[in-house]
């Protein structure tokens, strides 16, 4: 069973830094591009960023609003995806979802997410 | 970045009903869509992708359709497990972009 696990969420003044970790299991992570996607409370959601995966040479992707301050890295050594997220804003509070990115017959789906970990910014 | 603007915001619909929900994009994405469903306090669930395919798993009451940049979810026989929000995603390029939702609820 596939399972993506969100952790290091948490209270965290404006300016400050803090990094979530997914852990995965159930499938071979090393293949897969990895997301995060957030949704600030009562919103919609809003695409954080990318890893794409060892063939493609861990290259990433961002946002335009977190670009420069957010970066995402994986170690498939431990099955895990992180997102280090620095100066951050109370524009960032949000809850945090990593997911699963498959790709089949030229499409990309996000077929398997995180249960989601929250990130306050506030002083 | 390409717009994905999503129609209704929210919807109200009975037990049986036929509902339909439209993203437009701000330019051409071919087929490069996602639809979600989310409920409350829960992670979203890829139903759509390729604009029109079933993610597995996924029942035949959904459907999903294309015409030009305007795409349509479809939801037949409306259950009470189907209330929920909707959400369009294009992933034609980066950034990749949601469509702001539609909420689906029960009259």
């Known amino acids: 069973e596939v399972q993506l696990v969100e952790s290091g969420g948490g209270l965290v003044q404006p300016g400050g830094s803090l990094r979530l970790s997914c852990a995965a299991s159930?499938?071979?992570?090393?293949?897969?591009?990895m997301d995060w996607v957030r949704q600030a409370p009562g919103k919609g959601l809003e695409w954080v960023g990318r890893?794409?995966?060892?063939?493609?040479?861990?290259?990433?992707e961002y946002a335009v609003s977190v670009k420069g301050r957010f970066t995402v890295s994986r170690d498939d050594s431990e099955d895990s995806l992180y997102l280090q997220m620095n100066s951050l804003k109370t524009e960032d509070t949000a809850v945090y979802f990593c997911?699963?990115?498959?790709?089949?017959?030229?499409?990309?789906?996000?077929?398997?997410w995180g249960q989601g970990a929250l990130v306050a910014v506030s002083s | 970045d390409i717009q994905m603007t999503q129609s209704p915001s929210s919807l109200s619909a009975s037990v049986g009903d036929r509902v339909t929900i439209t993203c437009r994009a701000s330019?051409?994405?071919?087929?490069?869509l996602v639809w979600f469903q989310q409920k409350p306090g829960k992670a979203p669930k890829s139903l759509i992708y390729?604009?029109?395919t079933l993610q597995s798993g996924i029942p035949s009451k959904f459907s999903g359709s294309r015409s030009g940049t305007d795409f349509t979810l479809t939801i037949n026989s409306l259950q009470p497990e189907d209330f929920a929000t909707y959400y369009c995603?294009?992933?034609?390029?980066?950034?990749?972009?949601f469509g702001g939702g539609t909420k689906v609820e029960i009259k």
């Open positions: 995603q294009q992933y034609r390029d980066y950034p990749l972009t």
């Open positions: 890893s794409r995966n060892k063939a493609n040479s861990y290259t990433t």
């Open positions: 159930g499938f071979t992570f090393s293949d897969h591009y």
């Open positions: 390729a604009a029109s």
């Open positions: 330019q051409d994405i071919r087929n490069y």
């Open positions: 997911a699963r990115a498959t790709y089949s017959g030229g499409h990309w789906a996000l077929d398997h």
